[in-house]
């Protein structure tokens, strides 16, 4: 048990804290099994280690209090609103327990974020840290199974967050502390290999640093020196990151010298060479050459005092301060060097990491601005970003006043279309409900898809305080765009097929007569023709020439073409009829070599149907003696060069993020042009209806091979 000496009795705040809590904690239990009353001591004698204020370790002492009294305002009216505040704030975070050991590895960087971010004062986090400390204290204690699942946790969230604000004697005793709970036999074997326990090596730095500002104050050199012997967590890092063998490792024990000048840090680099032996080999001058995060500082390894290895480093206190504060990514490196040399922080991230080098500072001056101390690390909240949950138990984060509609299109853009609903910690809330750190959302979502299932206008409208996410926003913009754009080239669309059909032109490439006219694609052309940007008289002629007729000549007659479409031509050769104007059924799109018939319709010449088309049945069941035997033409295998024969395929597939995106870019791969697509989504399946062109039966094989080849896809037929 810690005693109260250790808590600063003269405190009256500290000692009236300890009073009231004392009766509480007696006899109550953590979830840990450890008693509540020592756990209070111990976090609160860690707070005072670290320097942090008499209101901090107050609440540091009452951790337990909000969840502990009947009334909850009793806390504010016996010590304040500020300490009942970060008592509070340290149960919310408390809670996260459950959230922080269910999530996967990959959500700890968000994690830590959120940790820092749902509180509204700094010392909240170092009473966490202090707390957690203690825990694992207890758990070297004891024989508890949970104590390898904290220890995770531990070198996963807390550790990390310790090491970003500069608590270095937390996060040294957290570290070591969880490394020995998850691998005690490689735990032990270091420390076997140090041969001495941390209480001599913190000696042996004592009288390492007096022996040489001794020597620097002979030889006229000026600096502060300090120093710490490196912990067995660290040590192990260092080992698996660089595969270094123990022997390898000369920073065990390591001395700091903060010079006033650059040309003081070469001095004295000179006095410690003086007094001890190099290593050779260990000398690294990156004031002379900084690393490319600007680091700079003189790193030499020698045999120190009984010819132990000693690593010492020399910079001044401009560098110091750059190596602590101005760049985040020198603690970044420090937690994942591989990943820091590969990838580029994000512009979130950097923001991030100077608010975390602002706090860094301030709690490093933390002795020095004394009373207004408190003050500055309550301004010091990441209060521009949130951290809600799914339901799922993943974290997400989101700009400051985020609503659930800017949390929907977070997660997915087709969930942010459909949303309708939502419901944050269980009650339904309205869709510009501003959310909060730490709250658990879930969008209720309409069925289906379809241009009715979308957003509404209103979400654009920044007065009515839908969305804040500039991200959200601009997918809401796409889609409304998106809707503009599909019913333009649907009325394009109409207005083309009309003109086919007037001019006996129903089998034009599409393709070619938008190229024809100016336009890489139909779709663009068909958006000109309803915007009036092509003209009927220009369409027309396009058309005309892609069917079959020239363009007029001199004497403006048009004369067919010397070569007509017949069977030699690849065309639909109807037996018994020559030169008579035939045309696609729409109703089952043949395309060779399927088995065809005719059907002889009243002013639109001759219908081409596929012998198993159900219409085709239905019109013979009625009018029989219109029926005529039809065959495609032989050259090329029975199909036109560049022809391309329109064909409805349906898709049903698992419903899942990318689907759509992926099927199209595997008929892409078979050069398959997409004319329409109507998806509908229900039940967790997916149905599409593609609209596509092809040059023959074997072209459409390969694309339902293609489509069938997706992830999730179910089935593929002919529509």
Known sequence: MVSVVQLRPNDALIERALGFARPLYEGQLLSTGEPVWPHALGLAASLASIGVDAAAQAAGVLFAAPKMLDDP???????????????????????????????????????????????????VVLIRLASRTQTLRYFAKVDAGQKTAFARETLDIYAPLANRLGVWQLKWEMEDLSFRFLEPELYRKIAQMLDQKRIEREKYIANAINVLRKKMAEAGVRGEITGRPKHIYSIWNKMRSKQLDFSAVHDVRALRAIMPTPADCYSALGVVHDLWEPIPREFDDYISRPKGNNYQSLHTAVLGPGGRTLEVQIRT???????????????????????????????????FDNKIAWLRELLAWRDEVAGSWAEK?????????????????????????????DFAYTLHTELGHRCRGAKVDGRMVTLDTPLASGQRVEIVAAKGGGPRVGPSRDWLNPA????????????????????????????????????????????ANLHQLAQKLGFEKHDELFAAVARDEVALRQLQAALRELGGLVPE??????????????????????????????QLAKCCKPVPPDPVRGFVTRGKGISVHREDCA???????RSSERLVEATWGRKSGGKQPDAAYPVDVLVTASDRQGLLRDIGEALARERINVTAVRTQSRDDLARMRFSFEVADVAHLRRAFAAVKAVAGVIRVARG
Not at 378 to 396: E, F
Not at 570 to 582: A, E
Not at 615 to 621: I, N, P, T, V, Y
């Open 73 to 123: 305002e009793r806390l504010k009216a016996e010590f304040g609103g500020e300490i009942a505040a970060l008592a509070t704030g340290v149960e919310q975070l408390y809670r996260m327990r459950v959230l922080t050991r269910a999530v996967p590895g990959e959500q700890n960087e968000i994690l830590r974020k959120m940790v820092l971010g749902m509180v509204e004062d700094i010392r």
């Open 377 to 405: 690390t309550r301004k010091a909240s990441l209060d521009d970003t949130i951290y809600v949950i799914t339901p799922q138990g993943k974290v997400v984060d989101l700009p400051a006043g985020a609503t659930p509609v």
């Open 464 to 507: 009515l305080g839908f969305l804040k996410s500039h991200r959200a926003r601009g997918k809401v913009r796409q889609w409304f765009n998106a809707q503009q754009l599909s019913a333009t080239v649907a009325q394009g669309r109409a207005v083309v097929e009309k003109e086919q059909r007037r001019e006996g032109a129903t089998q």
């Open 553 to 582: 000549n001199k004497t403006g007659i048009q004369t067919p073409r010397t070569k007509s479409r017949s069977a030699s031509d690849g065309g639909i050769l109807v037996v018994g009829v020559d030169r008579l104007m035939t």
């Open 317 to 351: 206190e401009e560098m110091h301060r750059q190596a602590e504060f101005g760049i985040a990514a020198h603690w970044r490196y420090k937690e994942s060097p591989k990943a820091s040399k590969t990838h580029a922080p994000a512009r979130t991230d950097l923001a």
């Open 615 to 621: 219409s085709l049945k239905r019109l013979a069941e």
